[in-house]
C-alpha cells in the first residue's frame, strides 16, 4: 500500500497562503485534496488527474487555490491564496492507486489511499 505524508500545515492570518505538499511511498494516480473543519464532515477541496491535464475544484476555493504535482517525486501540491478563516480545517492528501483510475473524481470513495492530514488554521 502506498503511504501518503502530508506537510506544510500552520497558523496564518487571514490574507495569506500557505503551500501544502503530499508526498507519497509510490505510484499514484489521481492525486486529491480534502478537509474537514471542526464539527463538520470532510469535504472535497481540489483534485487533479495523473497527466495533470484535468484540475478540478470546489467553488469555495476556485480561483484561490491551485493543485500541482510532479510525477517524478511523486507529489502533488495545493497553494492556498488569499486564505480565509473559512479555510481552517484539516487538509487530507488523497490518491488513487489503480492505473485506470487515471481521471478526476470529486468523491471520496473513489480514492484508496489517505494521509494522516495537516492542519491549518486561520485566523482573521
Known amino acids: 500500500q502506498v503511504q501518503l505524508a502530508e506537510s506544510g500545515g500552520g497558523a496564518v492570518q487571514a490574507g495569506s497562503s500557505v503551500r501544502l505538499s503530499c508526498a507519497a511511498s509510490?505510484?499514484?494516480?489521481?492525486m486529491a485534496w480534502f478537509r474537514q473543519a471542526p464539527g463538520k464532515d470532510r469535504e472535497f477541496v481540489g483534485t487533479?488527474?495523473?497527466?495533470?491535464?484535468?484540475?478540478f475544484y470546489a467553488d469555495s476555493v476556485k480561483g484561490r487555490f491551485t493543485i500541482s504535482r510532479d510525477n517524478t517525486k511523486n507529489t502533488v501540491d495545493l497553494q492556498m491564496n488569499s486564505l480565509k478563516p473559512a479555510d481552517t480545517a484539516v487538509y487530507y492528501c488523497?490518491?488513487?492507486?489503480?492505473?485506470?483510475?487515471?481521471?478526476?473524481?470529486?468523491?471520496?470513495?473513489?480514492?484508496?489511499?489517505w494521509g494522516p492530514g495537516t492542519q491549518v488554521i486561520v485566523s482573521s
Open positions: 488523497a490518491a488513487t492507486l489503480d492505473e485506470i483510475k487515471r481521471g478526476i473524481s470529486t468523491s471520496g470513495t473513489y480514492y484508496d489511499s
Open positions: 487533479i488527474s495523473f497527466f495533470a491535464d484535468d484540475t
Open positions: 509510490g505510484r499514484t494516480y489521481a
